[in-house]
């Protein structure tokens, strides 16, 4: 059955929304629709195309990704050659490629057009009546490989150009790439799926690029930026290499947004400058900066040599990467406990900076990269990034390289406090045990002990606790109960008031909750419903400290791995030691030991909403919590009650119209008095 006119009027409509949602998103980065949206429309022109094969056309959105693998790339010439870039590595080699432009153009200043020099892989885009006929690599300049099918399927690339006014015939310049957003992406798809993961965007995109099956290349998140154009027949093109760019983008095309005209070689140096302190942030790898003479008869003027344009040049930032030698691997533990293998180097200079010292990350990436003492390394630096090592110059080893195992390294101990280190089955972290005691922890365990939701210290802030742990004041967090007012004003910037202030809060602390107390420890995976649970079954402290894993596996909620996570705590002990002196600063009330009948809410799940006049949300989700709810933060058809103080806002709403019990203040008020 043919398609009648009303289809193919539909399918028309459909092809030329989705050109324009793609022109918005790509090239303006200005997107009108929700990608929901978007795919909707998709759908719908695959649906139509499926059902009337005859309307579909080499320059539908929906031919992207191409059939079956070609069995080698053929050969294409380019209608101009593809130059390549003289470069440019300091000041000076830039004052002088300005100094012989203007000298040749006999011109006392000129205008350039600035642009990121992109860490990608070059490639032409050949249109013919607006539309792409080919995509083809840089090869050697004269001749590339054709790589149509895999440049179809980056969503960047417009399969046909925008408006009627454009060239017969025109080749587009542009750098294919990938954004570190989109590296990140698809190592972790990489991982998921036990292949081997790449060692950085450039690799990742030009290996997507030139794949012999295109639906390959469709998984990788590519994307591009022109830069220029090559061959141009049947029409015109703007006089000036900015006006180009501006000219490409109305045609569909994607721009880098850093391009700028600038004047003269002061503006030059400053665009450098200003992209250089950006270079992080821009969530793509750069090298440099590129400066083009900016009208087309001057750089028609100046002409070429070799095969690099004499009106053009890159001028490149420091390497990111170099070759050095791996002479040692230590262990750091980190302000969570974290145990960090952490490469020792001969002294490199990569990025403009002196590296000494480069994460090795985990014991899986020491595995997987192989790498050993005595090695000869690629080393990386991206900014203000702790350096890492990327690979191992493997053919450089020397014999007897003995491969490196952390936990044998450290004898199964933490380095700093010497507690108990260990690796979870599935985890690729080694951790301290120690929380209490290890001086790579202290601050994080202060911080976490006085935050509001455990002994709620006000006033203990980190900037406070810096002082206290730098100057050796504080070791434990039981060390908080023997502060006095004089050391707290011998502290910067502690007047008197805040010191009373402060003293007066840590007071107030030692009256607190056993619940409470448990969250403070710190001990991992015990937030505040584990911790009241622990504080319902057992009653006190003391049972919990004694208590094997499968005695705390009775405990509802408990599994075996947060079992685990409470007895390696309390074995350790220096950890005892501090909670032991804890007992004797801070006082709980006893916690009767109650049955299941005597838990009107168990297994129910409650949310709170609005303000409550009684008392602060916390204190009255732990009584919630003590009567055997589950307090949750959203309502939901697994909601079974909603307790509601006044401005009860959208959750109230919402619990109405599920039909969800409700409850106001009183009610809850009566609830927990009889409780």
Not at 77 to 95: C, D, I, R, V
Not at 320 to 336: C, S
Not at 557 to 567: L, S
């Amino acid at each position: 059955m043919s398609a009648s006119k009303q289809v193919r009027s539909r399918v028309e409509a459909l092809r030329q929304q989705i050109a324009h949602h793609n022109y918005r998103y790509y090239a303006l980065d200005d997107p009108e629709i929700p990608d929901a949206e978007f795919d909707a429309l998709m759908r719908e022109l695959e649906s139509l195309e499926a059902e009337y094969p005859e309307l579909i056309t080499p320059d539908s959105p929906t031919q992207r990704v191409g059939g079956a693998p070609s069995e080698a790339f053929a050969e294409v010439e380019h209608g101009e050659p593809m130059l390549s870039l003289a470069n440019a590595f300091g000041e000076q080699e830039l004052t002088d490629f300005d100094r012989r432009v203007r000298e040749r153009l006999d011109a006392d200043e000129v205008d350039y057009t600035a642009e990121t020099k992109l860490d990608g892989l070059a490639v032409s885009l050949r249109y013919e009546n607006g539309e792409l006929v080919r995509g083809a690599t840089r090869g050697d300049g004269i001749r590339g490989e054709d790589v149509t099918a895999n440049v179809k399927t980056i969503k960047a690339v417009p399969l046909k150009l925008r408006g009627s006014e454009y060239p017969r015939v025109i080749e587009v310049r542009c750098e294919v790439f990938m954004t570190h957003s989109g590296f990140e992406r698809l190592n972790a798809a990489q991982r998921k799926k036990d292949l081997k993961t790449f060692a950085n965007p450039r690799n990742a995109a030009a290996g997507g690029l030139r794949q012999l099956d295109s639906r390959i290349t469709a998984e990788r998140p590519l994307t591009v930026f022109c830069y220029g154009v090559g061959q141009i027949s049947g029409g015109d093109a703007p006089d000036t290499q900015y006006e180009r760019l501006q000219w490409l983008k109305k045609l569909g095309h994607r721009v880098s947004p850093e391009v700028k005209r600038v004047h003269g070689l002061k503006e030059c140096f400053k665009y450098y400058e200003e992209i250089g302190n950006r270079r992080d942030k821009l969530g793509y790898d750069i090298d440099g900066v590129v400066f083009k003479v900016d009208r087309v008869d001057y750089q028609d003027r100046l002409g070429q040599v070799s095969r690099a344009p004499r009106w053009a040049v890159a001028y490149k930032f420091p390497a990111q990467e170099q070759t050095t030698r791996l002479t040692a691997i230590d262990v750091q533990v980190g302000r969570t406990g974290i145990l960090t293998p952490v490469a020792r180097l001969e002294p490199v200079r990569v990025g403009g900076v002196t590296v000494t010292n480069a994460t090795l990350h985990n014991q899986d990436e020491i595995d997987r990269k192989d790498v050993r003492a005595g090695d000869t390394v690629i080393v990386r630096r991206a900014g203000d990034v702790i350096p890492e090592v990327v690979s191992v110059i493997k053919e450089k080893r020397r014999k007897g390289a003995k491969r490196f195992n952390l936990l044998k390294h450290v004898k199964n101990k933490c380095p700093v406090c010497g507690s108990e280190a260990l690796r979870e089955e599935g985890e690729a972290a080694v951790r301290c045990t120690g929380g209490l005691v290890c001086a790579a922890q202290r601050k994080q365990a202060i911080f976490h002990f006085a935050s509001r939701r455990a002994m709620d210290i006000e006033g203990l802030g980190i900037k406070i606790i810096d002082q206290l742990v730098d100057n050796e004041l504080v070791k434990t967090v039981a060390d908080i109960y023997t502060l006095d007012r004089d050391t707290l004003i011998g502290l910067e910037r502690m007047a008197e008031k805040s010191a009373d202030n402060l003293l007066e809060n840590i007071e107030k602390s030692r009256d607190t909750t056993l619940p409470r107390f448990l969250y403070a420890l710190g001990i991992r995976d015990v937030g505040e419903a584990t911790a009241q649970s622990l504080a319902l079954h057992f009653g006190d402290l003391d049972p919990i400290m004694k208590a094997d894993e499968e005695a705390l596996q009775e405990v509802p909620d408990i599994g075996p791995i947060v079992a685990a996570h409470i007895r390696h705590f309390f074995d350790q002990p220096e950890n005892r030691q501090v909670a032991d002196r804890l007992r004797k600063e801070v006082r709980w009330p006893k916690i009767e030991k109650k049955r299941e009948e005597d838990l009107p809410l168990k297994d129910k799940t409650v949310v709170l909403t609005g303000t409550l006049s009684s008392m602060e949300r916390n204190q009255a989700k732990e009584r919630l919590m003590a009567l055997g709810a589950k307090v949750t933060g959203s309502v939901s058809k697994n909601t079974d009650l909603v307790i509601a103080g006044e401005k009860a806002g959208s959750k109230l709403t919402k619990a109405e119209k599920l039909g969800v019990e409700v409850i106001d203040e009183d009610a809850f008020l009566k609830m927990i008095g009889n409780g």
